[in-house]
């Protein structure tokens, strides 16, 4: 059986490395990866989750309260945040926890399952991909360019232009995270819709600059040999991680299902939060 994880904020040592998180709510276990590398993970908190779920968000080692490597700020492949936590699952004595990893933290949530699908119950891919080689800067820099012109002249529009041309000058952690709150707008199906929910993200955003290697991700050779189940959860108006890498990861991966949030972009959490605790919920509940 499961070692029980006491409610709130902890630290133990994964790895020789401090790794914080904090847990909420009741249920099976729940291990969240936010995204970045290097974004805070605070804005991936999901309450509405924890009525039913026992969530344990991690700080990934970089960030927030969680240690960093002795090469900071380079070294944080994808493969030494999934080892991260492999070690963290093992230490808390978790039994087979899910997964739940968001943009980059689905990357990380991906090569975890792989290296070891016995670990897991199951997995949620959140605005993943299987590989970000190709045209992936090139896609996403042509929607970045049609949103500016669909809102050309509006505050939103100088604002997601000046945080896409500082994104590849950054220096700083403060910096970058500046970029980051700049370009929210486009993250967004639609921004206006969503005003509220911007302003508080970019008030509350923080990020630190993490560089992981030149290679792209690309794990797409290893799909099949994946059983865990997994949810493949994509915003319909996400401009850097959409459907179209949602599709390959339901034509790779054996047991996959999609849950296309039609009214949202990257943070469909935070534009359809119902829906989007629905879903997860039916696939992680013993009753799904």
Known sequence: M????????????????????????????????????????????LPLLEDRLTMIYLDPIGTGRSGVLPTHPT?????????????????LDLGRPFLLGHSHGAFVALEAALQRPEAFAGLVLYAGAAW???DFMAAAAAKVAAFLERHAGTPEADSVQKGWTALSSVASDAAYTTALRNLLPVYFADHRRSAPVVGRLAANLGATMLVSGAEPFDVR???????????????????????????????????????????SGHFAHLEEPDAFANAVIAFATPER
């Open 221 to 263: 050779h290893r799909l099949a040999a994946m059983p865990l189940p997994t949810l493949v959860m994509v915003g319909a108006e996400d401009f850097i991680l959409g459907p179209r890498y949602a599709a390959t990861l339901l034509e790779g991966l054996p047991d996959a299902g999609l849950t296309l949030l039609k009214r």
């Open 2 to 45: 499961p070692t029980p994880v006491t409610p709130g904020s902890q630290s133990i040592t994964v790895g020789g490395i401090t790794q914080h998180f904090h847990v909420a709510g009741h249920g099976p276990y729940c291990i969240v990866h936010s995204g970045g590398p290097g974004i805070d993970a605070g804005y991936l908190r």
């Open 132 to 134: 970000t080689g190709g």
């Open 75 to 91: 070294g944080y492949t994808v493969a030494r945040f999934a080892e991260q936590m492999l070690g963290l699952v093992d230490a």
